[in-house]
């Protein structure tokens, strides 16, 4: 089993550095389908291991001058006190138990399905913005959404660990239509590092993270991200995104029902 653990951690690295759909859309719903690890249990364990693999392209990103700290700093005036409510929310209710359990398999279905979108429209949804620039918030207005998105993240990453990967790069895109990709994907990391190191403590406080599955998944999936990131130029990307789509939509499927 541990062999199998270590190469879902490398299967999902691979799709992670080929896409750059967070592992979170991938590694939680595999947990739970496929190896029978309770919800709670699954988030709990993919909320750490993004803490840990986001730190270290967070420091990339740092170095190439590719994160606005400035929107860093508003999502995260949302998302971290969002993410402490969602963990007393889920001890006051108990993370472990069945009916929470039930609750959190559909917000990982649903944090899936938005993923999904995500991937599916996002070009769409930047044209339209670039063709009516009168629809783009500014100042105040930007500001507030911003902490706004903040906090819906906040909470949604806490009981699914999905939506800082594709769901949060596309609201960034949809708010900041004119910050440079490589802006948006190492802001969206960036903040990402507190807001799953937060809610990784919450699930160690609330006793939902398997250590050892930890270490089993990280193992696989930091050559997995390094061999996907370097054969990404070689794969077509709109040919990746309609495959893991369609996966990550029977996925949500599979788990609803």
Not at 4 to 24: I, K, Q, R
């Amino acid at each position: 089993m541990t062999l199998t653990y270590v190469l879902s951690g490398f299967a999902v690295g691979v799709l992670v550095g080929l896409t750059g759909v967070g592992g979170g859309s991938l590694m939680t719903p595999l947990l739970t389908l496929l190896f029978g690890v309770s919800p709670s249990v699954a988030v709990g364990t993919d909320l750490a291991f993004a803490s840990v693999t986001k730190v270290a392209g967070t420091l990339t990103h740092k170095m190439r001058s590719t994160v606005e700290w400035r929107v860093v700093r508003l999502l995260c005036i949302g998302a971290l006190p969002a993410a402490l409510l969602a963990t007393l929310f889920l001890k006051q209710f108990g993370a472990l138990n069945k009916e929470i359990g039930l609750i959190i398999r559909y917000s990982i279905a649903g944090s899936v399905l938005l993923t999904v979108i995500a991937l599916l429209f996002k070009a769409r949804m930047v044209n339209w913005l670039n063709a009516h620039p009168e629809k783009q918030l500014q100042g105040f207005k930007l500001d507030l959404a911003t902490v706004i998105a903040g906090a819906t993240l906040g909470t949604l990453v806490t009981i699914s660990s999905i939506g800082a990967g594709a769901i949060g790069a596309t609201i960034l895109v949809m708010l900041y239509p004119r910050m440079p990709a490589a802006h948006i994907a190492g802001t969206d990391i960036a903040y990402a590092v507190p807001l799953t190191a937060i809610a990784a403590i919450g699930h160690w406080w609330l006793g939902s993270i398997n250590w050892e599955l930890l270490g089993t998944l990280l193992i696989g999936s930091v050559p997995g991200i390094t061999i996907g990131s370097l054969a990404a130029r070689a794969v077509p990307e709109k040919l990746l995104r309609g495959i893991l789509a369609t996966t990550l939509t029977a996925v949500a499927a599979k788990l609803v029902l």
